[in-house]
């Protein structure tokens, strides 16, 4: 089994799927002698903002930019003055005061490195990234998860623009990709005019957790019938060969040293992972049916494309325990998905294995608000202004997508293209207007 990572793992393990920020690293062409900020070096002026601590700055920028990684004191409950606090990690790529200023939500944990979203790179802007909480190191010391809500990572984002604003006063844009798309969107929700756009890609929009027939409509006419039934198939084959299956996976846990208490047991572990391949597949791929092991295959093969496609080391306990947060949100207000498991009737041993109760410890209650996701997404359709939503057309994460009104917001799909979509992939005529519409909200001509 080869070796994985979290930061790997982000790409894999979202329900409606991972971390998707389209990312570039800083260019050696950036522009030079931009290092100051206003009057006075910007370390000094980071260093005077209230409730922010300037950790270190690292090396890695190219000429052009500095990279800080910051500390901002945060209330665990933004609605109690006296509440206990926790930082929230955050970096700095700053260029000039003079710039404009992307804020790109990950929804996961921070990139510690030098990077550049695209919106940051179309507009030579300054980028500040923000942790979610209770991600990475942004954890209360006591894991209260009722403070994990849509609203308190918002009002998180709403204090660290009111106190940047000061600094970088030009035109703001949010981003963010998947599950920080979707962070980019609530935090527009309940502080629409904290930026001047929000360019959101890959953002699911499961606005009935009740109803989950887009994505299996989705799943059943995606790609050709040939792909799909391969891929039914596999998935069969797998779970006809699971004492096998099982043995081999148990075999990695022991020798990584990790084991499968958070899920209950290596067995159903694999079940969840076969049953996820149909949206991992198209979520991650190209599509191409040429790759899927046909039922003859060995068993090796069958095991090493379900490791490939479906990211076996998610379910065990190590990198488990990192999206406990994760699946406490999908379960409480932002809602999971199904899929089709007719074909795997009789071969199936965990009724409801993919929903989110077995993901997180039952010591965590998990009850969910109904009424979260539908205002959003009325909120979206009615009253949201400068959205730009950016979707893969062979995604099933976005097969039930945002729809916003007319003000000044659009949908653009990319043909061809998964989860990890950008504006490069779309058509020419839209990828020009994508353009055109971030330059504009952003004043940059």
């Known amino acids: 089994m080869r070796t994985w990572t979290r930061r790997r793992l982000l790409t894999s393990t979202a329900s409606t799927a991972g971390l998707a920020l389209a990312a570039t690293p800083v260019p050696a062409q950036a522009a030079t002698g931009r290092v100051r900020a206003g009057c006075g070096d910007v370390a000094d002026a980071l ?48 260029t000039s005061t003079g710039r404009p200023t992307v804020l790109a939500s990950t929804g996961y944990e921070a ?15 300054n980028q500040l990234q923000v942790e979610h909480r209770y991600f990475g190191t942004s954890r209360p010391a006591t894991l209260d998860y009722t403070h994990l809500t849509i609203r308190q990572a918002a009002d998180d984002h709403h204090r660290v623009v009111r106190l940047f604003r000061g600094l970088y006063r030009g035109p703001w844009i949010s981003t963010g990709g998947s599950k920080g798309g979707m962070a ?7 502080h629409p005019y904290d930026v001047d756009g929000t360019v959101a890609y890959s953002a699911p929009n499961n606005v009935d957790d009740r109803d989950d027939s887009a994505y299996l409509r989705f799943l059943e006419r995606v790609g050709t019938a040939e792909t799909r039934d391969a891929l039914k198939a596999a998935q069969r084959e797998i779970l006809l060969r699971r004492p ?27 079940e969840i992972a076969v049953l996820r391949v149909l949206f991992m597949f198209w979520q991650n791929g190209t599509g191409d049916g040429g790759t899927i092991p046909r039922p003859d295959a060995t068993t090796d093969e069958l095991y090493a494309w379900l490791e490939r496609t479906a990211a076996l080391p998610v379910y065990a306990d190590e990198i488990a325990a990192f999206y406990i947060p994760y699946w406490y949100q999908l379960g409480t207000q932002m809602g999971y998905l199904s899929v089709p498991t007719g074909h795997l009737a009789d071969v199936l041993r965990h009724p409801g294995a993919i929903e989110p109760r077995s993901f997180v410890p039952r010591d965590i209650p998990l009850r969910f608000d109904s009424d979260a996701m539908p205002d959003v997404d009325h909120w979206v359709r009615r009253r949201g202004s400068r959205l730009l939503f950016v979707n893969g057309a062979l995604d099933p994460a976005v097969a039930e997508p945002f729809r916003p009104g ?24 839209d990828h020009a207007a994508a353009v055109a519409t971030l330059r504009r909200w952003a004043e940059v001509s």
């Open 184 to 190: 980019s969107v609530y935090h527009r929700r309940f």
């Open 47 to 94: 260093r005077a903002l209230p409730g922010l601590r300037l950790i270190e700055e690292r090396p890695g920028a190219e000429p052009g930019y500095r990279f800080f990684v910051l500390g901002l004191r945060q209330p665990v409950d933004h609605t109690d003055p006296a509440a206990d606090t926790f930082e929230q990690r955050l970096t700095l790529l700053h």
């Open 244 to 270: 096998e299956m099982v043995a081999r996976y148990q075999a990695w846990a022991a020798s990584a040293g990790t084991g499968f208490r958070i899920i209950g047991s290596a067995d159903k572990a694999l």
């Open 111 to 125: 990139n510690l490195t030098p990077w550049r979203a695209e919106p940051t790179v179309l507009l030579d802007a």
């Open 406 to 429: 007319a003000h000044d917001s659009r949908v653009l799909w990319a043909p061809g293209t998964n989860h990890h979509v950008r504006l490069t992939d779309l058509s020419p005529a």
